[in-house]
């Protein structure tokens, strides 16, 4: 089989080899399933779909380790603009593409320094597409800075997991989230396959807490620099107003001077030495000094294991590697253990059949009168066209009041519609419950 | 393991053109845990919520009576907001009526340990409600917030108690002027 592509200027001889001898030989240690076939690489060259997540330090390195391997139609999405401070390792933007998105600079290098390359750039938020966007890629790949990103795509992909009449996952509606993080000298990858292996809700503590200072530390006993950003930031900021009422905006140098010069006045009434502009800047926006080779290191893994899932060539990691060169070079893989009582992903929605008629209170009724579910007082809330809406909530009372008019509207009249996700909390369960109203006329429970 | 992609080399593009229904609609983590937590809140008599839009469980306010100590017979309103990434972070709280408090800043920033350096992901709702109520209860003058309070508080707990309940009636305390915040 012909298995490079027609596109002008993409195909030279050998251009694949490399790839050719790993996925249409055999090996001893290839993935057990694993049948060499030319078909694989035409998977990966020509329909294989991957998204990359955030297009920094990490993003960079990922866009250029995937397009590289032959990994063709990649998207990336990334909401930031480019910065003087990203250029030392974000090598795909230059000194004139400051203040440039930097998903779509790095979409168009690669599209043009890679042959055959279909980059497409969304510069925008990860939450301004839903999940018509999300369902077309077959691996997501993190570059990440904020857990709360994380999280958010993990929780996406979750959602995307559909399940049979008897509660098996169905395997072709998974996809993959490979992530990467990095902290200085230190990094992180793993593989998690939603629904399957422990998700990012599920190792939440192993993230570090948020460094906090205690507020009177801050207040009236400050030793480090960073107590007196703090103070300056908590306290004289919203006393101040100095740039009227907002907030303040790390990335606004007026905000960053007013910041570091208030902070040195109060560094110098304590006898406290190194408050100066770059500090300031990184407390403020809680910067962590980023290393250029720690981000290669980590993309690299990454990429690595996006192309072992793609062409199911070689065992996956299982499933979090750490990496650490502070002092030598220290890595080491364990499997993350599920959590049972992960909110995320423990937590499959359960269909719950109703006319678009019912009424709420028949709802809550049929929660507490089931067999299976027999709950005392349910609270129910959902989100309705992005927006949260409280169904009804007994234990409190002004809430109770506020929503007791809702029991006697109809499920349609509330805003629900077919496949809406209501969540329902309840002494009887340690956790939150998720279920799916499904419209159904002719039955009024599952 | 699964073998991930003999199912599905071609089917991506269909799917991307299909459906797109109940998209925005996922709830959020922070939600599942929020509804959890306020389902099961176990208010002690002394406090009550109040949600301005009840649609929007992620503010609302706390108000405190408090039935002994120092402080009985005042009420103090706190507002919370519970950001997206709760319960990874803790809820931010601020005291909206200003008080005579070694703890609580005149601006309302409260000094309690699990509002910041001791957050947990295990605490909830519940558990900042009694560390608030316990504020009242035992307000604690080795953390000081407002500094000349918590040293009327060490040095003299009979002139602590006065300054107190004549802020709470409405007055001035040294320089500071309370509004009046008796029930």
Known sequence: MEVDDCDDGARWSGRWNHLQKILERNGPFVHPDFEPSPDILDFMLNSCKVLVVGAGGLGC????????????????????TIDLSNLNRQFLFRQCDIGKPKA???ASFINKRVKGSKTFSHFCRIQDHDSSFYKQFHIVVCGLDSIVARRWINGMLISLLEYDEDGNLDPSSLIPLVD???????????????????CMDCTLDLYPPQVNF??????????QPEHCIEYVKIFQWEKEKPFGDIAIDGDDPDHIKWICKAASTRADEYGIQGVNYRLTQGVIKRIIPAVASTNAVIAAACANEVFKLATSCSIPLNNYMVFNDTNGVYTYTFEAERNEQCLACNNTP????????ALLREVVDFLCQDNSLQMKSPGLTTTIEGLNKTLYMKNIPSLEAATRPNLSKSLKDLGIV???????????????????IKFNDDVTSS | MIKLFSLKQQKKDEVAVGGSHAGKSKPTAAQLRLTKDLNELQLPKTCKTEFPDPNNLLKFKLIINPDEGYYVGGEFTFSFTVGLSYPHEAPK??????????????????????LREDWKPVLTINSVIYGIQYLFLEPNPEDPLNKEAAEVLSTNKRQFSQNVVR????GYVGSVYFERCLK
Request: proline share 6%.
């Open chain 1, 61 to 80: 390195e990922l866009l250029k380790d995937l397009s590289l391997m032959g990994l063709r139609h990649i998207h990336v999405i990334d909401m930031d």
């Open chain 1, 104 to 106: 779509e600079v790095a």
């Open chain 1, 180 to 198: 990467g993080g990095t902290e200085g000298f230190k990094g992180n990858a793993r593989v998690i396959l939603p629904g399957m292996n422990a």
């Open chain 1, 214 to 223: 205690p507020m009177c530390t801050i207040a009236h006993t400050p030793r």
């Open chain 1, 350 to 357: 359960r269909n719950l059949s109703f006319k678009p008629d």
């Open chain 1, 418 to 436: 077919d496949g809406q996700e209501v969540i329902v909390a309840d002494v009887t369960t340690p956790n939150s419950l998720r279920f799916k």
């Open chain 2, 93 to 114: 709280v601020k005291c909206e009526t200003r008080v005579y408090h070694p703890n609580i800043d005149l601006e309302g920033n409260v000094c309690l340990n699990i």
């Open chain 2, 167 to 170: 802020s709470m009636r409405g």
